[in-house]
Protein backbone atom coordinates (compact mmCIF):
# COMPACT_ATOMS: atom_id res chain seq x y z
CA UNK A 1 0.00 0.00 0.00
CA UNK A 2 0.67 3.29 -0.90
CA UNK A 3 2.31 5.63 2.23
CA UNK A 4 1.09 8.81 1.05
CA UNK A 5 -2.85 8.34 -0.54
CA UNK A 6 -4.91 11.17 -1.88
CA UNK A 7 -8.30 11.64 -2.83
CA UNK A 8 -9.97 11.92 -5.67
CA UNK A 9 -6.97 11.11 -7.93
CA UNK A 10 -9.52 12.91 -10.59
CA UNK A 11 -12.08 15.83 -9.56
CA UNK A 12 -14.13 17.80 -12.86
CA UNK A 13 -16.29 20.31 -11.38
CA UNK A 14 -17.99 23.76 -11.85
CA UNK A 15 -17.28 27.27 -11.03
CA UNK A 16 -18.53 28.56 -7.56
CA UNK A 17 -18.63 24.61 -5.95
CA UNK A 18 -16.98 23.86 -2.97
CA UNK A 19 -14.35 21.11 -3.41
CA UNK A 20 -12.45 19.04 -0.68
CA UNK A 21 -9.08 16.94 -1.48
CA UNK A 22 -8.18 14.82 1.23
CA UNK A 23 -4.50 13.33 1.68
CA UNK A 24 -3.87 10.70 4.49
CA UNK A 25 -0.51 9.06 5.03
CA UNK A 26 0.99 6.30 6.83
CA UNK A 27 4.39 7.23 7.18
CA UNK A 28 4.26 8.61 10.78
CA UNK A 29 5.42 12.00 9.94
CA UNK A 30 4.47 15.26 11.63
CA UNK A 31 4.55 17.42 8.83
CA UNK A 32 2.19 17.66 5.62
CA UNK A 33 1.96 20.05 2.41
CA UNK A 34 -0.30 20.93 -0.13
CA UNK A 35 1.09 22.12 -3.52
CA UNK A 36 -0.50 22.50 -6.86
CA UNK A 37 1.88 22.25 -9.95
CA UNK A 38 0.88 24.35 -13.25
CA UNK A 39 2.94 23.58 -16.51
CA UNK A 40 6.25 25.34 -16.25
CA UNK A 41 5.63 26.85 -12.88
CA UNK A 42 7.40 23.94 -10.20
CA UNK A 43 5.37 23.16 -7.37
CA UNK A 44 3.76 25.99 -5.57
CA UNK A 45 3.29 25.83 -1.95
CA UNK A 46 -0.44 26.31 -0.81
CA UNK A 47 -0.45 25.54 2.85
CA UNK A 48 1.75 23.54 5.49
CA UNK A 49 1.41 21.75 8.75
CA UNK A 50 4.17 20.58 11.11
CA UNK A 51 2.10 19.11 13.38
CA UNK A 52 -1.89 18.94 14.65
CA UNK A 53 -1.53 21.99 15.93
CA UNK A 54 0.09 23.78 13.64
CA UNK A 55 -0.81 25.06 9.74
CA UNK A 56 1.11 27.90 7.92
CA UNK A 57 0.01 29.58 5.01
CA UNK A 58 2.34 28.86 1.93
CA UNK A 59 3.65 31.23 -1.20
CA UNK A 60 -0.49 30.90 -2.68
CA UNK A 61 -2.74 29.89 0.00
CA UNK A 62 -5.52 32.60 -1.38
CA UNK A 63 -8.59 30.66 -1.93
CA UNK A 64 -8.31 27.88 -0.35
CA UNK A 65 -8.54 26.12 3.38
CA UNK A 66 -6.74 23.56 5.23
CA UNK A 67 -7.95 21.31 8.32
CA UNK A 68 -5.74 18.86 9.97
CA UNK A 69 -7.88 16.31 11.28
CA UNK A 70 -4.96 13.98 13.08
CA UNK A 71 -1.22 13.37 12.58
CA UNK A 72 -1.99 11.07 9.49
CA UNK A 73 -4.67 13.50 7.82
CA UNK A 74 -4.59 16.71 6.19
CA UNK A 75 -7.41 18.53 3.75
CA UNK A 76 -7.40 20.92 1.90
CA UNK A 77 -10.72 22.44 0.81
CA UNK A 78 -11.70 24.99 -2.18
CA UNK A 79 -14.60 27.10 -0.61
CA UNK A 80 -15.85 28.50 -4.29
CA UNK A 81 -14.21 26.44 -6.90
CA UNK A 82 -12.85 28.97 -9.96
CA UNK A 83 -11.11 27.95 -13.29
CA UNK A 84 -7.44 28.70 -12.55
CA UNK A 85 -7.73 26.72 -9.81
CA UNK A 86 -7.31 23.88 -12.47
CA UNK A 87 -4.55 22.11 -11.48
CA UNK A 88 -2.40 19.02 -10.34
CA UNK A 89 -2.35 19.11 -6.67
CA UNK A 90 0.09 17.15 -4.28
CA UNK A 91 0.39 16.33 -0.61
CA UNK A 92 3.90 15.80 0.43
CA UNK A 93 4.66 15.01 4.59
CA UNK A 94 8.45 14.94 5.70
CA UNK A 95 9.90 13.91 9.29
CA UNK A 96 11.43 17.17 9.86
CA UNK A 97 14.37 18.01 11.93
CA UNK A 98 17.99 17.65 9.70
CA UNK A 99 15.73 15.05 7.71
CA UNK A 100 14.67 17.26 4.37
CA UNK A 101 13.18 14.69 2.42
CA UNK A 102 9.36 14.72 1.05
CA UNK A 103 7.60 11.98 -0.05
CA UNK A 104 4.59 12.71 -2.18
CA UNK A 105 1.11 11.12 -2.90
CA UNK A 106 0.19 10.70 -5.92
CA UNK A 107 -1.47 13.30 -6.96
CA UNK A 108 -4.79 14.82 -7.83
CA UNK A 109 -5.98 16.34 -11.15
CA UNK A 110 -8.65 19.09 -10.38
CA UNK A 111 -10.48 21.03 -13.46
CA UNK A 112 -12.72 23.71 -12.86
CA UNK A 113 -15.21 24.23 -15.29
CA UNK B 1 13.05 36.87 -11.36
CA UNK B 2 11.73 33.42 -10.23
CA UNK B 3 13.41 32.35 -7.09
CA UNK B 4 14.66 28.55 -8.63
CA UNK B 5 15.03 29.08 -12.46
CA UNK B 6 15.25 25.54 -15.07
CA UNK B 7 15.76 25.55 -18.61
CA UNK B 8 12.52 23.67 -19.29
CA UNK B 9 14.28 21.75 -22.05
CA UNK B 10 13.64 18.45 -23.29
CA UNK B 11 17.04 17.97 -23.82
CA UNK B 12 17.12 15.13 -26.28
CA UNK B 13 19.58 12.84 -25.91
CA UNK B 14 20.97 9.77 -27.71
CA UNK B 15 21.24 6.82 -25.44
CA UNK B 16 24.28 6.46 -23.91
CA UNK B 17 25.54 10.01 -24.14
CA UNK B 18 26.12 12.29 -21.33
CA UNK B 19 23.69 15.37 -20.40
CA UNK B 20 24.00 17.80 -18.23
CA UNK B 21 21.86 20.65 -16.93
CA UNK B 22 22.04 23.69 -14.66
CA UNK B 23 19.78 25.61 -12.44
CA UNK B 24 19.67 29.17 -10.74
CA UNK B 25 18.56 30.46 -7.49
CA UNK B 26 18.35 33.55 -6.21
CA UNK B 27 18.68 33.65 -2.87
CA UNK B 28 22.17 33.86 -1.53
CA UNK B 29 20.70 32.78 1.93
CA UNK B 30 19.58 28.97 0.83
CA UNK B 31 21.08 26.40 2.70
CA UNK B 32 20.03 22.89 0.88
CA UNK B 33 19.74 21.93 -2.61
CA UNK B 34 18.00 18.47 -4.59
CA UNK B 35 17.37 17.30 -7.85
CA UNK B 36 13.83 15.31 -7.46
CA UNK B 37 12.78 13.20 -10.80
CA UNK B 38 9.35 13.21 -11.89
CA UNK B 39 7.90 10.98 -14.57
CA UNK B 40 4.84 12.29 -16.70
CA UNK B 41 1.87 12.12 -14.45
CA UNK B 42 3.43 11.13 -11.45
CA UNK B 43 4.80 12.77 -8.00
CA UNK B 44 7.85 13.96 -7.61
CA UNK B 45 10.64 11.64 -6.05
CA UNK B 46 13.96 12.83 -4.24
CA UNK B 47 16.78 11.71 -6.51
CA UNK B 48 19.91 13.19 -4.44
CA UNK B 49 20.95 15.94 -2.38
CA UNK B 50 23.41 18.40 -3.59
CA UNK B 51 26.12 18.83 -1.15
CA UNK B 52 29.05 21.32 -1.07
CA UNK B 53 31.75 19.63 -2.11
CA UNK B 54 29.84 17.97 -5.30
CA UNK B 55 28.87 14.18 -4.70
CA UNK B 56 27.77 11.42 -7.08
CA UNK B 57 25.23 8.19 -6.97
CA UNK B 58 26.19 6.33 -9.78
CA UNK B 59 25.50 7.50 -13.47
CA UNK B 60 24.39 10.83 -11.75
CA UNK B 61 26.36 13.65 -10.21
CA UNK B 62 25.34 16.66 -8.50
CA UNK B 63 27.58 19.68 -8.15
CA UNK B 64 27.22 23.12 -6.49
CA UNK B 65 28.32 26.12 -7.09
CA UNK B 66 27.66 28.90 -4.37
CA UNK B 67 29.85 31.61 -6.14
CA UNK B 68 27.48 31.70 -9.02
CA UNK B 69 24.28 30.30 -6.93
CA UNK B 70 23.49 27.48 -9.53
CA UNK B 71 23.39 23.50 -9.32
CA UNK B 72 24.02 21.29 -11.98
CA UNK B 73 23.16 17.73 -12.86
CA UNK B 74 24.91 15.59 -14.82
CA UNK B 75 23.96 12.07 -16.24
CA UNK B 76 26.16 9.57 -17.80
CA UNK B 77 25.67 6.83 -20.21
CA UNK B 78 22.00 7.74 -20.42
CA UNK B 79 19.67 5.23 -20.47
CA UNK B 80 15.75 5.22 -21.66
CA UNK B 81 14.21 5.02 -18.70
CA UNK B 82 16.07 8.04 -17.75
CA UNK B 83 13.42 9.89 -19.48
CA UNK B 84 11.97 12.47 -17.07
CA UNK B 85 11.62 15.61 -15.85
CA UNK B 86 14.56 16.78 -13.24
CA UNK B 87 13.34 19.51 -10.37
CA UNK B 88 15.55 21.69 -8.98
CA UNK B 89 14.52 22.09 -5.19
CA UNK B 90 16.45 24.93 -2.87
CA UNK B 91 15.52 25.26 1.16
CA UNK B 92 15.79 28.05 2.77
CA UNK B 93 15.98 27.36 6.17
CA UNK B 94 15.17 30.71 7.87
CA UNK B 95 11.96 30.29 5.74
CA UNK B 96 11.00 27.24 7.96
CA UNK B 97 12.63 24.70 5.96
CA UNK B 98 9.94 25.13 3.29
CA UNK B 99 10.89 23.58 -0.20
CA UNK B 100 11.23 25.94 -3.49
CA UNK B 101 10.70 24.04 -6.39
CA UNK B 102 12.08 25.09 -10.34
CA UNK B 103 10.14 24.51 -13.00
CA UNK B 104 11.52 21.88 -14.18
CA UNK B 105 13.92 20.25 -17.00
CA UNK B 106 12.39 17.38 -19.32
CA UNK B 107 14.83 14.88 -20.26
CA UNK B 108 14.19 12.31 -23.41
CA UNK B 109 16.44 10.07 -23.95
CA UNK B 110 16.36 8.23 -27.44
CA UNK B 111 17.47 5.04 -28.85
Known amino acids: DADVTQTPRNRITKTGKRIMLECSQT?????MYWYRQDPGLGLRLIYYSFDVKDINKGEISDGYSVSRQAQAKFSLSLESAIPNQTALYFC????????????FGPGTRLTVL | RKEVEQDPGPFNVPEGATVAFNCTYSNSASQSFFWYRQDCRKEPKLLMS???SGNEDGRFTAQLNRASQYISLLIRDSKLSDSATYLCVVQLKAAGNKLTFGGGTRVLVKP
Open chain 1, 27 to 31: KGHDR
Open chain 2, 50 to 52: VYS
Open chain 1, 92 to 103: ATSVGGSNNEQF
